[in-house]
């Protein structure tokens, strides 16, 4: 039988060299390392020449370590072999001109930057893995995860029951369907605004990231407006300013809550996270601006009924009426609202990143 050489192919890490000898269904494998830094390869197989004896053998550039690791298939022969040093070579063997059987494995290839970049990510991978390793795990950590699912979900749902029924009666009977939202959606309203201040308890228990004071303000502004401008004055419950401020809110939630819903398991819809930032910021301010007008149409009201009026001593007058802190209310309101604007110039960039992933989705 003639021998022969097999092509081989070779790349290169700074710590390791990768051979690819190009021989199927090798038998009676015999692969060392001499003492003179030479590997020799020997084997019967399926190579350029069909079925004959093919051996190889290489000094390589620099010393190398003399375990050798490798793996047969039906198609090839791996061979793996760490270096001494981890350094880079400037070529694979000591003699300078490259034999004849020997080119680059260029499923492999990668050049001396590319695989620094490639060491360094493989170190920040093992970093992360020991600190992680090394962080106490939360034993409550699913039973969080699980209430802060179940909650959003519960919201979600009762925002989406009120956004249902206000757009089917719109849609049934048109204008008419303004004035008799608050009957009709104001129970289910009730149960997730009081449900809402759990989004006030969360933070100081720890079990979210966002601040106690962004969510108390948001929280309280919106009861003041369905508890006491809607909820306490029945003159107010029949007005077109109670359907555009619950429909403006059950817009906002019901992409809201999804969002964070599916954050508890750690998954993303970048659709839906395109549409929870993209639609809250024009669907917020005009909240603002509905929830006032319905601060402003109920200041008279409040005057003649003298509604929550601060008795005083008779000196000063019979009562203080409460549209005095309404509309203190309404300053602080319009102060959210510059700070509003800032905010929405801080998250352009998450809303422009997320069009342009929506785009590949639509």
Same mark, same amino acid.
């Given at each position: 039988?003639?021998?022969?050489?097999?092509?081989?192919?070779?790349?290169?890490?700074?710590?390791?060299?990768?051979?690819?000898?190009?021989?199927?269904?090798?038998?009676?494998?015999?692969?060392?390392?001499?003492?003179?830094?030479?590997?020799?390869?020997?084997?019967?197989?399926?190579?350029?020449?069909?079925?004959?004896?093919?051996?190889?053998?290489?000094?390589?550039?620099?010393?190398?370590?003399?375990?050798?690791?490798?793996?047969?298939?039906?198609?090839?022969?791996?061979?793996?072999?760490?270096?001494?040093?981890?350094?880079?070579?400037?070529?694979?063997?000591?003699?300078?001109?490259?034999?004849?059987?020997?080119?680059?494995?260029?499923?492999?290839?990668?050049?001396?930057?590319?695989?620094?970049?490639?060491?360094?990510?493989?170190?920040?991978?093992?970093?992360?893995?020991?600190?992680?390793?090394?962080?106490?795990?939360?034993?409550?950590?699913?039973?969080?995860?699980?209430?802060?699912?179940?909650?959003?979900?519960?919201?979600?749902?009762?925002?989406?029951?009120?956004?249902?029924?206000?757009?089917?009666?719109?849609?049934?009977?048109?204008?008419?369907?303004?004035?008799?939202?608050?009957?009709?959606?104001?129970?289910?309203?009730?149960?997730?605004?009081?449900?809402?201040?759990?989004?006030?308890?969360?933070? @100081?228990?720890?079990?979210?990231?966002?601040? *106690?004071?962004?969510? /108390?303000?948001?929280?309280?502004?919106? !009861?003041? $407006?369905? #508890?006491?401008?809607?909820?306490?004055?029945?003159?107010?419950?029949?007005?077109?300013?109670?359907?555009?401020?619950?429909?403006?809110?059950?817009?906002?939630?019901?992409?809201?809550?999804?969002?964070?819903?599916?954050?508890?398991?750690?998954?993303?819809?970048?659709?839906?996270?395109?549409?929870?930032?993209?639609?809250?910021?024009?669907?917020?301010?005009?909240?603002?601006?509905?929830?006032?007008?319905?601060?402003?149409?109920?200041?008279?009201?409040?005057?003649?009924?003298?509604?929550?009026?601060?008795?005083?001593?008779?000196?000063?007058?019979?009562?203080?009426?409460?549209?005095?802190? @309404?509309?203190?209310?309404?300053?602080?309101? *319009?102060?959210?609202? /510059?700070?509003?604007?800032?905010?929405? !110039?801080? $998250?352009? #960039?998450?809303?422009?990143?997320?069009?342009?992933?929506?785009?590949?989705?639509?």
């Amino acid at each position: 039988m003639q021998i022969l050489t097999p092509h081989v192919y070779w790349a290169q890490r700074h710590g390791e060299i990768f051979l690819r000898v190009e021989l199927s269904d090798a038998k009676n494998l015999n692969i060392s390392l001499q003492e003179n830094n030479t590997l020799q390869f020997r084997a019967q197989g399926h190579g350029a020449k069909g079925d004959n004896e093919y051996e190889f053998s290489l000094e390589f550039l620099e010393p190398v370590q003399p375990e050798i690791n490798h793996k047969s298939t039906q198609r090839q022969v791996d061979i793996k072999i760490k270096k001494q040093e981890e350094r880079w070579w400037d070529r694979l063997t000591l003699q300078e001109k490259k034999p004849l059987f020997l080119a680059p494995d260029f499923d492999r290839w990668l050049d001396e930057s590319d695989a620094e970049m490639e060491l360094q990510a493989k170190e920040e991978k093992i970093n992360k893995i020991s600190i992680e390793s090394r962080v106490r795990k939360d034993p409550y950590l699913g039973l969080k995860k699980g209430y802060l699912f179940m909650y959003n979900l519960v919201q979600f749902l009762g925002f989406s029951w009120i956004f249902v029924n206000m757009t089917v009666r719109l849609f049934i009977l048109g204008q008419d369907s303004f004035y008799d939202t608050f009957h009709t959606t104001a129970d289910m309203m009730y149960f997730c605004q009081m449900m809402a201040v759990l989004e006030v308890v969360n933070p @100081l228990l720890g079990l979210v990231k966002t601040g *106690f004071f962004p969510a /108390m303000i948001q929280v309280a502004g919106r !009861n003041v $407006i369905l #508890f006491v401008i809607f909820g306490s004055v029945e003159e107010m419950q029949n007005k077109p300013v109670v359907f555009f401020v619950f429909y403006l809110w059950s817009t906002i939630e019901i992409f809201r809550y999804p969002f964070y819903m599916l954050a508890c398991i750690n998954t993303e819809w970048k659709l839906l996270t395109w549409l929870r930032y993209s639609l809250w910021i024009p669907l917020y301010p005009l909240g603002v601006i509905a929830e006032a007008v319905a601060v402003i149409q109920s200041l008279p009201i409040f005057d003649e009924t003298r509604l929550f009026s601060l008795p005083l001593p008779a000196m000063l007058g019979h009562s203080l009426s409460f549209s005095f802190s @309404l509309q203190l209310y309404l300053v602080l309101m *319009f102060l959210g609202e /510059m700070q509003l604007i800032r905010y929405l !110039n801080q $998250i352009c #960039f998450v809303v422009i990143s997320g069009c342009q992933s929506c785009f590949y989705l639509i």
